[in-house]
């Protein structure tokens, strides 16, 4: 066997004077100048993998992305987040005004403000955690109940809860507590429908959290 194809050049190109190694096309619509762009190794045309339009996982003209049991989770654990904040900034000016009171200094004030911010932290945050999985709970089981997500679950859920906690505070403690979260979350509905509104007209400078 001579030795000569050793000191050429490595070339993918098919010689001029051979045929073997011409792709062929398995698609009867595609023309010979389209053959050109076809893979000499899988023997297809790329183009026929071209997609004229993008693909989403969810319907196009939805509405919300996830289900109330989805968003449960980042709701309970944002709101122990933000009850351990606003709990930890009270739990502080309220230890400034008992150490200052007190007149404690040293060790002594800095234990007695960890131990008013750490305590006061944790409490608002279980606090706010309770009405969240409270809340996220009664959502979900009305959204299966009822078969849709709407702002009907939103105040049913929301006046529920403040019930719920409540009810062992005496049947006046309970009415108030049902009417707070119903205030609650009418509000936040009302919010979102004007943001809907805002959205659909076309007026950016009408924001919303």
């Known amino acids: 066997m001579s030795d000569d194809y050793l000191s050429k050049p490595l070339s993918l190109a098919p010689s001029a004077g051979s045929d073997e190694h011409k792709p062929s096309s398995r698609f009867s619509g595609v023309t010979s100048a389209s053959t050109t762009f076809a893979s000499p190794y899988l023997n297809y045309d790329p183009r026929f993998l071209q997609q004229a339009q993008p693909e989403f996982i969810f319907p196009e003209g939805a509405t919300k992305q996830r289900g109330r049991f989805e968003l449960a989770f980042s709701q309970i654990g944002s709101s122990v987040m933000v009850g ?31 131990n008013h911010v750490m305590k006061q932290g944790s409490g608002t945050a279980n606090t706010l955690g309770t009405l969240a999985v409270m809340y996220s709970g009664f959502g979900v089981l009305l959204q299966a109940v009822r078969g849709e997500d709407d702002d009907i679950n939103t105040v049913v859920a929301g006046t529920a809860t403040g019930l719920l906690y409540k009810s062992t505070a005496g049947l006046r403690k309970c009415a108030i507590g049902g009417a707070v979260g119903l205030g609650i979350s009418g509000l936040y509905c009302l919010v979102q429908l004007a943001r809907a509104n805002a959205a659909s007209n076309g007026n950016s400078g009408m924001k919303f959290l």
């Open 84 to 114: 351990a904040g606003i709990g930890g900034v009270a739990g502080f000016y309220n230890g400034l005004r008992t150490t200052k009171a007190l007149q404690q200094t040293g060790k002594l004030w800095r234990t007695q403000m960890l």
